[in-house]
T-cell receptor, first 113, second 115 residues
């Protein structure tokens, strides 16, 4: 079983729709959960992070973590064409000195005007 | 401006010809990493460094070397490149999130083609 599973998509949605992305993972010791956005020909940039279970909201973006189900989600409300990118989930154990991130394969999102 | 820089951004080389990809960060971060990104495989960590002169293998270290003689620089060395090392490479520098965890700040990438 892969450490982090993410359906690569692609996912096409009309402008204004809600985008829903998710990842599952196998290591119950993961404590920090992140979402990165990667535009074509660019490096990943940190979008959202969450510690342990719960929800976090930042503008149009909401990240959810359900540690009991080993499942994390990212929701993008009122999607815009500028949200078209690949979204990668990542997670780590969080111990000091252990900054190894386990990444999902990424989910390509296309927002159609 | 806080940033991670990589050079070169694009490189075409031939099998067996040693090459170095440089990485530099201006944020005084202790942690730096190298990743490769391949279609269908996602981001995979090659090597990471927790501080000057402290490096360790990531998930796919075979065929690569690194060094960390200065805090700001973390070059990736391919002693004898092979076609299966054709990939998109990212250097990353770590910064602290609230709560103490560190996460990665990525460079712009180096696209390498080995013929």
């Amino acid at each position: 079983q892969k450490e982090v599973e993410q359906d690569p998509g692609p996912l096409s949605v009309p402008e204004g729709a809600i985008v829903s992305l998710n990842c599952t993972y196998s290591n119950s010791a993961f404590q920090y959960f992140m979402w990165y956005r990667q535009y074509s020909r660019k490096g990943p940039e940190l979008l959202m992070y969450t510690y342990s279970s719960g929800n976090k909201e930042d503008g149009r973006f909401t990240a959810q973590v359900d540690k009991s189900s080993k499942y994390i989600s990212l929701f993008i409300r009122d999607s815009q064409p500028s949200d078209s990118a690949t979204y990668l989930c990542a997670m780590s154990l969080g111990a000091y000195g252990n900054n190894r991130l386990a990444f999902g394969k990424g989910n390509q999102v296309v927002v159609i005007p | 401006e806080a940033q991670v820089t990589q050079n070169p951004r694009y490189l075409i080389t031939v099998t067996g010809k040693k090459l170095t990809v440089t990485c530099s960060q201006n944020m005084n971060h202790e942690y730096m990493s190298w990743y490769r990104q391949d279609p269908g495989l996602g981001l995979r960590q090659i090597y990471y460094s927790m501080n000057v002169e402290v490096t360790d293998k990531g998930d796919v270290p075979e065929g690569y070397k690194v060094s960390r003689k200065e805090k700001r620089n973390f070059p990736l060395i391919l002693e004898s490149p092979s076609p299966n090392q054709t990939s998109l490479y990212f250097c990353a520098s770590s910064f602290h999130l609230a709560g103490g965890q560190e996460t990665q700040y990525f460079g712009p990438g180096t696209r390498l083609l080995v013929l």
